[in-house]
Each structure stands twice: as C-alpha cells, then as structure tokens.
C-alpha cells in the first residue's frame, strides 16, 4: 500500500513548486496577464481603449469571457487530417515550454529541477522539441497553410536556435558552469549583459526568432498563411495553442533574464529570499514583455528568406566571434578568473 | 462518396496534378483585401509561380443596369462601384454625361467637385496605405492610425454633402450644394493639422528599416512593362511614367491649378507605397489653392434630358488610377451603352504578370497585391 | 506628332479601309477601320503612330444595323492622345483576331467583352469565365436583346 500522504508531506516542497509557483499556477497567471497585458498595451498604441466592456474600463473580465468562448465551442476537427496526432499535439505541446521553465532558478535554491548542474543543456535539450511537435501539428492538419506554416517554422528555428545556443556558450565560459543557479550567483556583482554584449545582441534577435513574434512571426504568418499551423485547430484546442504560445515566450524571456539580466538578484525589499528572488524575476519579466509588445507593433514582418539569412550569415559568425571575445577576456585579460 | 472524403481537404491529391510539392493556395474570397474576390496562388511552399485573380465575386451589371436609367439615375448605381473613393468614381460618370449632354458645369462647381474629390483621394489614400502597412505584417498600428486620421475629413465631407460616404454630390451641371458657411476654416485648420500627421506617418513607416527590407525590389514594374500592361494611377507613375489624367488631360478645376506629378523610377511596392503618401500631400497643396482661388457664383446649370446621338470619352483620375467611361448615346434620355474601365481591372492584369516575369515569394504576395491598392468592387462593376 | 497627320496618313496607307478618322477634342482620335484591316491597322497605329498603352476594349451591340461595333482605347505616351479604334463584325457570327498580341493591356478587357457579349476573340489565350458565374448559360448580358426582366428586383426597381 502506498502511503500516498505520506508521500505528499515528505516532498510538500517540490508539490508546491510544481502547482503553484513557478509551475502551473503562475504560467497560468502568466500566460492570463500577458494577453490581457498585450490587448491594453497594444491598444493604446493603435489609438484604441482595448476591451472596455467586460470588466470595467480595465476590461480584465474579458479573457473570462474569452477563454468561456473558446472551451465552449464546438471542436472541428477536419476530415482527412490525422485525428490522434491532431489532438494529441496540443495536450503535448504546452508540456514543453513548461518543462523548460523547470530549471530556471526563481530564487536561491529555488528551482524546480536541478538538473545536476546540467540545467542550461537541459533547457536547450528540451527547447529542441518545440519544432518537432510543432511540425506534428501542421503535417496533422492536413491543409496547405499548416503544412507551409510547418516548414517555415522548422526553418526558422534551426536558423535561430543555432546562434542562440552559440550567444550563450559564450556565457557557459565567461561563467564557466552549465548550473543555471550558479549563472545566477555570478551576477551579483555584474549583470552578464555587459561583459557578454555582443552575445546579448545575438541571442535577443534569435530569442525573437525561437518564440515567433514579430518581426519573426512568419509561421503563423496572418497576412498569407491565415495563421500558420494553428490554422485548423479551434475551440480549446486553439486555446491550448495559445497557452504554449504565451508559455514559450514566459520560458525563453526567463533564459535570458536569468543569464543576461542578473535572474532573481535584486535589492532586497523582503525579508523572505524566495519572494524576494521572485519580485525581482516578476519585474524584470514585466520590463521584458513590454519591451517584447513594443517591438511587436513597431515592425513589420521579415521574409523567411531574409530571417534565415539574417541567422546564417550574420548571427552565428557573431556568435562565434563573441566566444572568441569571451575566451580572450576571460583567460587572456582577466587570467580566467571572473 | 469515399472519392470525395479523400478529396476535400487532402492538399496532396494535386501533387498528381501539379506536380512534386505544389500548391494551389487560395486567398479569398472572403475579403483578402477590401472587397470579394479571390486570388488562386500557384506556389511550391514558398516561390510563388503564378498568381489568378478571380473577379466577378460582386458583379452588378452596372453596365447594363445604366442602359435602363436615365442619365440622372445612374448615378447610384455607379458611386456604389468603390465607396471609399466615390467622388472621384463619380466623376467619371458625371464627366462623361456633361460630355454628351453638351453643358459646361459652372466655375464654381468645379472648385468644389475639386476640393471633394482631393479629399476623397487623401481618405482613399490613407485607407491604401493602412492596408499596405498591414500586409507587410505591421500589426493594425499604421492601419488604425490611417483609420482614425481619415476621420476629420469624413466630417468635413458630411458637413458638406450630408453623408460620409456615397454622397451622390455631383450631379451633370454642377454639385448638389454650395458649400455651408465655417466650412473652408474647418478645412485649413484640419490641412494644416493633416501635413503634420503626414510627416509623422512617413516617420514612423516609410522610412522604417525593415518596412523597407520587405518592400524594396520587389514586385518591380519597369516603365516599359508598365505601360504594356496598362498599369494604371500611383503605380504608373512609381514606374517612371509620366501620366496623371489632372495634368494630361485636366478636368473640373485642375487646368487652373499648378501642382507637381508624383514619379518616381523604382518602380517597387515601395515606390507605390511612397507615391502614395506623396500624392496626399499635392491633395493638401491643390485643396489649399481651390479654396483660395475659388470663384463665385451659381453651383448648378440647368441640364438637357436628351442627348444628341454621338459618343464620349472621360478619363478621369481616381485615386487607384485613371477610370474612363465612354457613353454611346443615340438620342434618347438614357445612355445607349455605357462602358467603364476602371483602374483596377487594369491594376490586376499587371499582378497577374508580375510573377512571369521575376520572383515572387509567397511572403511578397500580399504586399505586391496591396502595394496596387486594388479594389474588387472596382473591377466587378 | 499632329492628329490631322496621323488621319492624312492612315487614309494613304488604307485607303478606302478607314471607314470613319475624326478628332473631335483635343487629344482625341476616332478611327473606324474595316475588321479585314484590323490586325494591320492596329500594328501601324502601333508601330508608326506610338499608341502604346491599352486602357479600355469593348464593344456595342447594334441589333437592328445586325452588328457589334468593337473598340479598343489605346493612348500615345509620347503625345498624349487617346484613340479610339474601331469595327464592325457580323452580329450572327462575331469573330475577330484578338489584338492582344500588339497591346497586351488588352487581353483582360477582351476577355470580359468574349463573356458579356459574346464576341471570340481568335487567338485570345484566356477566354475562360472572369465577371459571370462558371455556369452561366443565359445569354449575354450586353447584347440589346438581353432581357432584364427576369433579374428585376421584386420592388420593381432599375
């Protein structure tokens, strides 16, 4: 017989920080606010009040509303697409930006999982699979636009991944650890931005590329593509859809806040580390997306040819040149001590 | 019935058809850009082959149905083929009529058919605009700022027609009403108020860097081709050619006006768009002057019901180019054939060709589309 | 390049050809040349004359004289002046070489004049449906003998 309180009591710890922070609950939260966040943020740059009439002026009711919409209607799946894969994708997909956001560190000691030192291989490992279920879900569908919307995905994040990965190698030797937590503590004296600028630059034009959003949106390209390989999926389908959309950005905004931006180190306003660490990281995120929407509705759209080319040609020799840099500062003028 | 389930939906039946991983991809027909109508992409995922436009979605007869009016009726039918420009449209109408009826409209109608339809061009303009920004994957920033700038003129116009669209101002022999006192105030200060929108515009979107990496070089018009094709409107005189039906062949108030013809030479979506934005601003310039210049004097002449038996041909400028209409008449009091060529039945013709002669990437395709500021309505009649 | 010259040298190229050559405005140039000189009265007018840029073709339907009158309106870049070309063709049998192949502006407009009056255009690349429904079987809509009456509004309107 399995003492299942038992077990509960003896990992009360790991529980809470799966369900409610900074697990299910806050991508939840996260994810709610962020639409809400957009819709004003946006509208008041388009001259517009956003909603305004679920929920006072501040329109927060709306989303309820939304979100009541969408699990409300009716599921259409279509006929010739694949219906196992179809609905399986997007229970699958919001998995993984959820599990990439298990090894950032939220305060000291506060992480999900550790990975043993390992944690910023991990976070790539599983970033990796974003692609791969995406594409499922535009060849699953069966409909031209998903299948192109598929492809360009694909393309785009080999183009991107690549000088990301390479931008923060260059943070793995300045550091000198894949440890996340330790990345972290390093910053306590100094941001990593500024050592680490040029491989900032690269790795912010790339994290644009991995989470899709303008100028890099050109998956789900609305002008030609309808809406990429979200095209087929409706109701709460559509809304899991969102839900990962939102929970890639939270999860690749949290990566670079975490290695460039100092994570959860900040002045201390409350006693307790764990809120204190995670006031900071929920501040910088704020600062962060608002930067994100700014660059979203001032843009227009790349080609995918010019994003790739933009990947191949220009970041990743950037990248590569920034581990050089890394190198010769660290070892050369600082005697490989930071 | 099992031929048919693997049939819908399947995109990989016209591989047999078309050969190894081409699409047929369909934009439309519900409201690609503004309007009904359809755009039957051939592409390989990314270049785009061949592009079909598939008109006739809102067809009306016009044509036909102004065969059966009189020549005062018609005007209805006609200013409803594009709302967002229809004092120009109507011109076109208007001109031809006054053509063969043999009247001459008053001095002073034509200042205000003038300043009406310069401020039609901008409103029109602004629109083309709005939707080119958002085709170049803007979010509906540039689009909503476009929105809300066209809103003091569309005032000014109710105030001084009594409708924001369709206002069925020109009628043959002169316009409906003179123009309501604090009207040409009104019309300065929101002039003056409009240039600077128009700087803050070419601010923001014209010259924005990666606007312009979407559409320099792309879909370009060379002048040669553009006058083969029969381009018509802004994207003739992006490619270099100099036609402007206000300066070639003046009518209302133009012959007495003095402004500049937009060219320019690229000949891309980005010279389109440019032009566009420049136009607006000789809109302000001739508007300015037609209120300065302006005569006095009755609006409206008396006009024959009856046309002797001949013909006419009116060119006019629309804000999406040049619009003629050539009336057959044979004495009666309705026109005995009516025949209109809008600018975009011309526009979409040089669409069509653009892909047969460079390469077009599926990205590009809304924005060439867009940077023609075609117009569905136009082209169906 | 005058107008007056241009008519003095289409009538001393085609004669007895050139039905009709007048210029009643400015910039305006109607000629009406019989259909068997169609092809080579467009290349001239092409060739010697510079009306290079098609802007409108279509045609209109003269049920009593028992012919379609065709038009196409080309302009001159170089002088600034519209002309307006014209023929007949036989009501009962309308067939006429397409002039697409010297304005290729036209091929569109030529397209919806084979649809809605039923005129074929040899040669013509594209005759396929453009304004009209796939299946339309009812006639053509601008021919004189096309009758309204079925399509009127219930409230008796147009």
């Not at chain 3, 007018?45 to 339907?61: N, P």
């Amino acid at each position: 017989m399995v003492d299942i309180v038992g077990f509960v009591e003896a990992n009360l710890p790991i529980f809470i920080k799966i369900l409610l922070f900074p697990g299910l609950l806050f991508i939840f939260g996260f994810v709610i606010f962020a639409v809400w966040y957009q819709r004003k943020y946006l509208a008041r740059i388009m001259l517009r009040m956003g909603p305004v009439h679920c929920g006072k002026r501040l329109g927060w009711l709306q989303l309820v509303a939304d979100a009541m919409k969408l699990l409300t209607k009716e599921l259409i799946i279509p006929r010739a697409a694949n219906k196992i894969v179809f609905i399986v994708v997007t229970f699958l997909l919001p998995v993984i930006p959820a599990a990439m956001i298990a090894v950032i560190p939220f305060a000291p000691g506060y992480v999900i999982y550790p990975a043993s030192g390992y944690s910023l291989l991990l976070f790539f490992a599983i970033s990796t699979l974003f692609p791969v279920v995406g594409i499922l879900r535009g060849w699953a569908a069966n409909n031209k636009f998903t299948i192109i919307g598929a492809f360009r995905m694909i393309y785009l994040d080999i183009a991107g991944e690549i000088p990301v990965f390479l931008a923060s190698i260059g943070v793995m030797i300045w550091a000198g650890t894949y440890d996340l937590q330790k990345i972290v503590e390093l910053q306590k004296g100094m941001w990593f931005v500024f050592p680490q600028i040029l491989g900032f630059i690269v790795f912010f034009i790339g994290f644009l590329g991995m989470i899709e959003k303008i100028p890099f949106d050109i998956p789900t390209a609305e002008s030609e593509l309808v809406y990429g390989p979200n095209t087929e999926y409706s109701g709460a389908m559509f809304l899991n859809m969102m839900l990962s959309d939102y929970a890639n950005v939270l999860a690749w905004t949290l990566l670079m806040i975490t290695l460039y931006f100092g994570g959860y180190n900040g002045p201390t306003i409350f006693p307790n580390p764990i809120v204190n660490g995670a006031f900071w990281i929920i501040v910088k995120l704020l600062i962060a997306i608002s930067i994100l929407f700014t660059i979203m509705i001032t843009y227009a759209r790349l080609r995918i040819d010019q994003a790739i080319r933009m990947g191949w040609s220009y970041l990743l020799p950037l990248s590569l040149l920034n581990i050089l840099l890394t190198i010769i500062l660290k070892f050369f003028l600082f005697g490989g001590v930071v | 019935m099992s031929d048919m389930m693997v049939y819908r939906g399947n995109p990989f039946n016209e591989i047999e058809e078309l050969g190894d991983g081409m699409f047929r991809l369909h934009m439309g027909p519900q409201h690609p850009i503004s309007g009904q109508g359809r755009f039957i992409i051939l592409t390989d995922g990314e270049r785009v082959f061949d592009i079909e436009v598939d008109i006739g979605y809102s067809h009306r007869g016009t044509e036909k149905l102004l065969e059966h009016r009189t020549f005062i009726q018609g005007i209805v039918p006609v200013e409803r083929m594009v709302m967002i420009d229809t004092a120009n449209i109507l011109m076109g109408y208007v001109g031809a009529v006054e053509r063969i009826l043999g009247v001459e409209p008053p001095p002073r109608a034509n200042y205000i058919r003038t300043i009406v339809m310069e401020m039609n061009r901008i409103i029109s303009h602004l629109y083309a605009l709005g939707l080119l920004s958002e085709s170049a994957a803007w979010n509906p920033a540039v689009f909503l700022w476009t929105t809300a700038d066209r809103e003091p003129f569309l005032d000014l116009l109710e105030m001084l027609t009594g409708a924001r669209w369709s206002y069925s101002f020109f009628v043959p022999g002169g316009v409906r009403a003179d123009i309501p006192r604090g009207f040409k105030e009104r019309l300065l200060v929101t002039l003056d108020w409009f240039e600077k929108r128009i700087d803050v515009i070419e601010e923001a979107w014209i010259y924005n860097e990666l606007f312009r990496m979407r559409t320099e070089g792309m879909g370009v018009v060379s002048r040669q081709e553009a006058i083969e094709w029969g381009v018509a409107g802004p994207n003739l005189r992006a490619s270099g050619v100099a036609y402007d039906t206000r300066k070639n062949e003046p009518y209302a108030a133009y012959g007495e006006l003095d402004f500049k013809m937009v060219t320019h030479t690229a000949g891309d979506a980005y010279a389109r768009g440019w032009a566009r934005v420049e136009e607006m601003r000789v809109s302000v310039d001739i508007i300015r002057q037609a209120i300065e210049n302006m005569p006095d004097g009755p609006v409206r002449v008396r006009v024959p019901q009856r046309a002797k038996p001949g013909e006419a041909l009116f060119r006019v400028e629309t804000s999406r180019g040049e619009m003629n209409v050539y009336i057959v008449s044979d004495g009666k009091d309705k026109p005995y054939r009516v025949k209109i060529s809008p600018a975009s039945f011309r526009n979409f013709f040089a669409i069509e060709m653009i892909p047969k002669t460079q390469t077009v990437l599926l990205a590009d395709a809304p924005v060439l589309i867009y940077s023609f500021d075609p117009w569905f309505l136009d082209a169906d009649r | 390049m005058n107008i007056q010259e241009a008519i003095e040298k289409l009538k001393n190229k085609f004669g007895e050809k050139i039905l009709e050559a007048s210029s009643p405005r400015d910039n305006r140039l109607y000629v009406k040349v019989s259909n068997d000189v169609l092809v080579e009265a467009a290349k001239y007018l092409r060739k010697e004359l510079g009306f290079d840029m098609a802007i409108s073709a279509g045609g209109t339907d003269y049920p009593k004289k028992n012919v379609i009158e065709l038009f196409w309106i080309i302009w001159s870049s170089n002088d600034n002046v519209t002309l307006i070309l014209k023929t007949d063709v036989d009501r009962e049998n309308p067939k006429i070489p397409t002039l697409r192949d010297i304005w290729l502006g036209v091929q569109k407009f030529e397209r919806e004049t084979w649809e809605l009056l039923g005129v074929e255009y040899e040669g013509h690349p594209n005759l396929k449906p453009l304004l009209l429904p796939e299946d339309w079987n009812e006639g053509y809509p601008l021919r004189k003998d096309f009758k309204l009456e079925p399509y009127r509004a219930p409230w008796g309107d147009g």
